[in-house]
């Protein structure tokens, strides 16, 4: 069909052309030619009659002149002669003489332009020339001739016109059908192979075409940036929620169960003398994932460490949660104190945790803590082995616990899409080096399939941590990471919150929580307050806010008395030395700045070491008129993005170190130096003096923003991205297989 087409369309075209366009003008070129040559052609013949004429009007016979003139038109052409001279009376012509023209026309064209009389055979061709006899005009001689020849030269013309394009239109015809033919074809071999890598492609099989691999190159990277210019128009379209989020499980990754792997769970059992509370932990990254279990269903796979834990599952170490309303599993692990002591207080926090923060906390390193770190880490491997439901599970594995997992897993189960997140920053390659199991730990990562980290800051000192430690291929254009061939692609997704807010999250309105929270910390209405939230850590910058609360207090007397600042700390890692010794400081700041201003009846600082649930901190948030967050070093930072979550008031001032991720997303926050103690004075003194309008337009720029960039956008990306992974994966495999078939 495309075929005939390809001939027959051209052809046409040659035949309109020829019709419509060709032959007219064929016509008129005949017609125009034929012209001059008669004209020519009477001008020779007037200048032949001319003296014999002359004689015989001397003679003035009109007899004899016409009789000249029958002679004459004996010629095949010359159709017909006439005369006019008044001294020998009326026009004399020959018989064919047209009638249109008479003495009066023929004076009239005496010596001018020519005319052309039509006929139905074909035109007559009119010339008039002017008689002399010497210098005296003696008459206008009409020379009529039959151009009915050129009707019949330009059929003929046309015929063979018409011929030579025929003939023109089919060469061409074929000329395309074949030339369309061989380019498709080879077109077609020739990309598929290009993208295959192979070069050019010959019948008699491939061959490999080295200065081909430039422009494959540059082919394959095209269709890529195609592709990611494609998706984030798509994404931006899309509102990332619960459903977005199930979709593509179900699309994207064919309704697979997705493995979740943490040290920390998601709720934990507390046994108490008569029954078992539920708590929620403070953990960011519980903050983040399990609104996305609870979306996508799956297993939770992390420690049980809860005094009620062991009650609370069934016999294979499940419960099923949230508790009110079950959408997903948690199974739980069980660690001995040893392994506790060695694995988490010890390799993880004492180890890893100081070594990836700027906290200026020397880490320490110790043999048996490694051992440990590796035995738990096999134990949570194992346990994703026992849980993955098919060969080719979905595992998200979190944090620095857990570094070893990944390898682990992708050598039970090959076909793995390991999506890895690191929460928390990732140091240089030279801090990063002083970690004796620093080979272990990044062949462990390397196992993954995508590593993801908050910021591009902390992929770059990944790619380059490896790139300097390890004998693996770096690729810097599309930040993958090749050991042993396999590839580890490294990416920035900046972790957030729930958007909209989860069920729990049902506050009593912004006037409600200001006046309980006041009430209920024994301070006035309209006492100015501020807010911290965060585990008791050293990374946290708390000790460096309740400077800056005493500082401005220092520079802006009129707040004593007036302003109180609530840090609601989350006992933490209370196992560890460090931060045993870092409550201490954090207590005894407290008092000092109290003591220091306690002619006042109103604290400075109020500080509650105790566990909060999520709802009791919601209510803090929206009770305040500032939230500080300081940290010294931080991956990301969730407080900061909750805070703004629950102030749909649109009012309250966000105070936010430059030291964590937050920082990057949030410009529209007071940034701080929680190190410049004077900047976080003045700080707080412009939050607690900032108009509401300004209030407004801060916090309206920054909800706008954390509600697109929610966690289930977080998810998302890295499930799309882990499914796009498995598709070339797949694909690579079958095209392997159908070479080995080939062969
Ligand atoms: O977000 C960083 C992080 O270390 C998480 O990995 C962890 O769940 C959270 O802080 C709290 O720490 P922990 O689990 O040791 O209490």
Known sequence: MRLSLRFILPLLLALGLVAYGVMPLVDRLMLRWFEHDVGVRAAVVANTMQEPLVGLVRTKSRRKVLAYFNNITQGERLFAIGYCNPTLGALIATKSYPEEIQCKE???LADGPVKLLSRDQGPLHVSVRTLMDGDKRIGQVVLVHDMSFVQRRSEETRRYVFYFFVALGAVVSLITVIIAQLSWRGWVQGIRALLRGEGLVRPAGRISAPELQPITRDLRSLMKELGSDFRPRDESQLTWSPQSLRGILRSDLHGEDILVVSNREPYIHIRRADHIDVQRPASGLV???EPIMRACSGTWIAHGSGSGDKESVDRHDRVKVPPRNPSYSIRRIWLSQEEEAGYYNGFANEGLWPLCHIAHVRPTFRAADWEQYVAVNRKFARA??????????????QDYHLALLPRMVREELPKATIISFWH???PNPEAFAICPWRAELLEGMLGSSIMGFHTQFHCNNFVDTVDR????RVDR???TIYLGGKPTAVKRYPISIEWPSGPEAAPSSVAACRREVRERLGLPAGHALGVGVDRLDYTKGILERFMAVERLLELQPEWVGRFTFVQVAAPSRSGIGQYQEFEKQVLALADSINLRFSGEEYPPIILKIEHHEPEQVYEHYRAADLCFVSSLHDGMNLVAKEFIAMRDDEQGVLILSQFTGASRELPEALIVNPYDIDQCALALHVALTMPSGEQRDRMRSMRALVSEFNVYRWAGRMLLDGAAMRKRKRL???????QRVAH
Not at 469 to 472: I, K, P, Q, R, S
Not at 732 to 738: D, E, I, L, T, V
């Open 106 to 108: 023929a004076e009239r």
């Open 287 to 289: 903050t983040a994932l």
């Open 384 to 397: 994703v082995m026992e849980e993955a439901g098919s060969k080719e599970p979905i595992v998200l594995v």
């Open 424 to 426: 928390i920053p990732w």
């Open 469 to 472: 430690l390890l004998e693996a």
């Open 477 to 479: 254009e599309t930040f």
């Open 732 to 738: 690579a495999g079958s095209g392997r297989a159908a």
